[in-house]
């Protein structure tokens, strides 16, 4: 687990780095970009200040990456939040070797060298398409030639208490490729039935707005609507004139 950027602590950026880790998968045929990777569809919110508090935007930094369901380690998971995920390159992976578990929609895009994390950013919509943030390679080959499984995942903050208190499906993940490096899969069969609910994954950037603003601003107006009507209808009731019961019996006969 591992990132190809560095977190500046001088401020809202992030620099390009080596990845160390990549000597070791260098057999596997895959290694960890020195990118920042963002999805404009499936992602996270965070809060930002307001005048009145806070407000909750998306922040395509934060992957809510789309499990491929592919391999035990995520047969039953929805999905996984990636904080700040770098790209997983499978140029020289062996055919049949390795295994997508987690990608982003096709909404996905990358940043190179420099990156700006802050959320209220705006984000390049050239080059969007699927990308694999984790990925696990099975061996191949026969004995001593044959290598261990392995489990690459292009952040090591998904891991951490800050992001697994609160979302559980990535601790069930850990455990699960735990399990699975250790060729011991029947724990994941038991331990994925507690999962989260899948998230909502819109197929594109117009329909999810539409869902967005519908729910901030079509359900509070369609209450307006049914308020003025019934006070529309009270007033109606209030201006007509009163007849007693006698005399409306009087005026039959």
């Given at each position: 687990?591992?990132?190809?950027?560095?977190?500046?602590?001088?401020?809202?950026?992030?620099?390009?780095?080596?990845?160390?880790?990549?000597?070791?998968?260098?057999?596997?045929?895959?290694?960890?970009?020195?990118?920042?990777?963002?999805?404009?569809?499936?992602?996270?919110?965070?809060?930002?200040?307001?005048?009145?508090?806070?407000?909750?935007?998306?922040?395509?930094?934060?992957?809510?990456?789309?499990?491929?369901?592919?391999?035990?380690?995520?047969?039953?998971?929805?999905?996984?939040?990636?904080?700040?995920?770098?790209?997983?390159?499978?140029?020289?992976?062996?055919?049949?070797?390795?295994?997508?578990?987690?990608v982003t929609s096709?909404?996905?895009?990358?940043?190179?060298?420099?990156?700006?994390?802050?959320?209220?950013?705006?984000?390049?919509?050239?080059?969007?398409?699927?990308?694999?943030?984790?990925?696990?390679?099975?061996?191949?080959?026969?004995?001593?030639?044959?290598?261990?499984?392995?489990?690459?995942?292009?952040?090591?903050?998904?891991?951490?208490?800050?992001?697994?208190?609160?979302?559980?499906?990535?601790?069930?993940?850990?455990?699960n490729a735990i399990?699975?490096?250790?060729?011991?899969?029947?724990?994941?069969?038991?331990?994925?039935?507690?999962?989260?609910?899948?998230?909502?994954?819109?197929?594109?950037?117009?329909?999810?707005?539409?869902?967005?603003?519908?729910?901030?601003?079509?359900?509070?107006?369609?209450?307006?609507?049914?308020?003025?009507?019934?006070?529309?209808?009270?007033?109606?009731?209030?201006?007509?004139?009163?007849?007693?019961?006698?005399?409306?019996?009087?005026?039959?006969?």
């Open positions: 687990m591992a990132s190809g950027m560095q977190l500046s602590p001088q401020g809202p950026f992030a620099f390009s780095r080596p990845v160390g880790w990549n000597e070791l998968l260098k057999p596997y045929g895959v290694s960890i970009a020195s990118n920042m990777v963002y999805d404009l569809a499936s992602n996270a919110q965070v809060g930002l200040p307001a005048q009145f508090g806070q407000v909750l935007v998306s922040y395509p930094l934060w992957l809510r990456a789309i499990s491929t369901r592919a391999s035990p380690v995520n047969a039953d998971l929805p999905g996984v939040l990636l904080p700040w995920a770098s790209q997983i390159d499978t140029t020289h992976a062996q055919p049949g070797t390795m295994t997508p578990l987690l096709r909404a996905g895009g990358a940043q190179e060298t420099t990156a700006f994390i802050s959320p209220d950013r705006q984000f390049s919509r050239d080059s969007l398409r699927p990308r694999i943030v984790a990925l696990a390679v099975s061996p191949s080959g026969t004995p001593p030639q044959q290598r261990g499984r392995i489990v690459v995942v292009g952040t090591a903050d998904f891991a951490s208490d800050r992001y697994a208190r609160n979302s559980p499906e990535n601790v069930v993940f850990v455990q399990d699975w490096l250790a060729q011991d899969e029947a724990l994941i069969a038991i331990r994925s039935k507690n999962r989260a609910s899948a998230p909502l994954v819109f197929t594109s950037i117009i329909k999810r707005s539409a869902v967005k603003y519908g729910n901030t601003i079509g359900v509070p107006l369609l209450l307006i609507a049914l308020g003025i009507a019934r006070l529309w209808r009270r007033h109606q009731i209030t201006r007509r004139v009163y007849r007693p019961l006698a005399s409306a019996a009087a005026g039959t006969a």
